[in-house]
């Protein structure tokens, strides 16, 4: 693969006040990933057509490494970054460049925005702790449980049609 260069690969991502949630839209066993405090770096080959995905993403503000973790769904790995300073406004992007990478998309089924969760008080159905639990402590993706985050709207009996 010499002369070869890796493709990034699909990235979506979401915020909260508190952290920041990163989706990686590739199905790779093996792949390799380091959480550092100013950037994210992922190497992976798909399990689909055997090609190599690379990327690094320096990140718009400092994240706490220890407080992070990332869980291999399969089908794509999921991440969860700590934000350094928890009272420090939202990110007004990922990266601190002004120009947004291709490769990298806003995920709007976990995307919160700073009003909303003013107004609900915070999102009591999500808690970190719980999430990096349900994920074995981060990096051993064997045995995720996501089934245990909590309810949405969309898990509630629906009424009777008449």
């Not at 390799?32 to 992922?42: G, L, M, P, Q, R």
């Not at 981060?138 to 089934?147: A, E, I, V, Y």
Request: glycine share 6%; charged share 35%; with cysteine.
């Amino acid at each position: 693969m010499s002369g070869e260069s890796a493709t990034p690969p699909p990235v979506l991502w979401a915020q909260r006040k508190e952290d920041v949630f990163l989706t990686f839209s590739i199905e790779s066993k093996e792949p390799t990933i380091k959480i550092e405090k100013d950037s994210i770096y992922f190497k992976g080959t798909s399990a689909q057509d055997n090609k190599c995905y690379e990327v690094t993403i320096s990140l718009y503000a400092a994240i706490l490494p220890e407080k992070s973790a990332y869980v291999n769904k399969g089908r794509c790995i999921e991440m969860i970054l700590r934000k350094e300073k928890k009272d420090s406004p939202y990110w007004p992007s990922l990266t601190k460049d002004k120009k947004k990478p291709h490769y990298l998309k806003i995920d709007f089924n976990k995307w919160r925005d700073e009003d909303d969760e003013e107004d609900e008080g915070g999102d009591s159905s999500y808690n970190l702790e719980e999430m990096l639990r349900a994920m074995g402590g981060g990096d051993k993706p064997d045995k995720p449980n996501f089934d245990d985050l909590g309810s949405d709207s969309d898990d509630e009996n629906l009424p009777d049609l008449e």
